[in-house]
């Protein structure tokens, strides 16, 4: 890059590239991956038909979850000689599901320059053309594989009052979003499918209105799930959650029971009325 600077550290430019649509990627970017002394990156094969793609023959170097710590005192090494180095992973944003942190998180100790390239994310992508509310919204990351564990971490999940996203493998979709309907409710949902590519499919609906269709094939592709919030879902409650959120609540918290009827309403999404009479068949108490 600029000759004037050899003696001083170069940058950290940790760049997005495309999510499929390889014209997905900013003039900025570009330039600065074509620039740079090295790139590193996830797959070394896969950037290689990115840069091909626009003539960039900037070298690359491999820096991938099982190397990121070794290939990072290498690359540091490099900018603290005063080379520019940018860091790429396989699709969209480094870090965001991706690997990419250890190497930052070592650059900012050291000192040096990180700086984004922003461009293509699958989840900011679904979020922006799925219609649900986006000023805020809860990022799950993949779900955990195990079906155990992902249970557990979705009962956490139950009362978030955002959009839901996560990322999922075309393996295990089915599974999850199984286990998202049993426990998080039959919620709106919109599937995002290969976005940007080929075959995108982005579908709207009930879960088990998608379920169904999935299951009918095998699923493919790369998938970014957004789940309606909580407080607008018909969640349904089986009598021992009424009763816990109830005991919680009037208990622990010392609410009325009106107070409490209206605080589990608001959670849920179900009428009050429906929401006070359970609670009065099941705490067996008058009315206040
Ligand atoms: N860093 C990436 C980003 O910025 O979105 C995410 C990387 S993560 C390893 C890969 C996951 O992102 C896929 O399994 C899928 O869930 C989601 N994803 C990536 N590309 C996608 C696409 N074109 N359409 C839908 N989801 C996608």
Redesign the pocket.
Same mark, same amino acid.
Request: overall charge negative; proline content about 0%.
């Given at each position: 890059m600029d000759k004037s600077a050899e003696k001083k550290p170069g940058t950290l430019y940790v760049v997005a590239t495309p999510?499929?649509n390889l014209e997905d990627i900013t003039l900025r970017a570009l330039r600065i991956l074509r620039e740079v002394g090295l790139i590193a990156a996830e797959d070394t094969r896969h950037t290689r038909i990115l840069l091909n793609a626009h003539g960039i023959g900037t070298p690359l170097l491999s820096l991938h979850e099982h190397n990121e710590k070794e290939r990072s005192t290498r690359i540091l090494a490099k900018i603290r000689d005063g080379m520019s180095v940018a860091y790429v992973?396989d699709?969209?944003?480094p870090c965001?599901?991706?690997p990419g942190h250890h190497l930052v998180r070592a650059a900012l100790d050291e000192r040096i320059a990180v700086v984004p390239v922003p461009g293509a994310?699958?989840?900011a992508a679904a979020l922006s053309a799925g219609g649900f509310p986006a000023d805020a919204f809860f990022f799950c990351g993949f779900l955990p594989a195990k079906e155990n564990k992902r249970r557990r971490y979705l009962e956490t999940l139950r009362h978030v009052e955002t959009t839901l996203v996560f990322?999922?493998?075309p393996v295990r979709i089915i599974a999850a979003l199984k286990d998202v309907c049993e426990i998080l409710g039959d919620r709106e949902m919109v599937m995002?499918? +290969?976005? *940007?590519?080929v075959f995108e499919e982005i579908a709207r609906g009930k879960i088990s209105e998608i379920l169904p269709v999935l299951s009918a094939t095998k699923p493919r592709g +790369?998938? *970014?799930v957004l789940l309606e919030q909580a407080q607008r879902a018909a969640v349904s409650l089986t009598e021992d959650d009424f009763r816990e959120m109830l005991r919680q609540l009037c208990d622990e918290q010392s609410l009325s029971l009106r107070d409490a009827v209206a605080r589990v309403a608001g959670q849920t999404g179900l009428p009050r009325k429906q929401v006070y009479d359970a609670a009065l068949k099941i705490r067996r108490i008058p009315n206040p």
């Open positions: 999510i499929g992973s699709a969209g944003t965001i599901s991706d994310c699958a989840l990322y999922e493998s995002a499918r +290969e976005l *940007t590519k +790369e998938f *970014t």
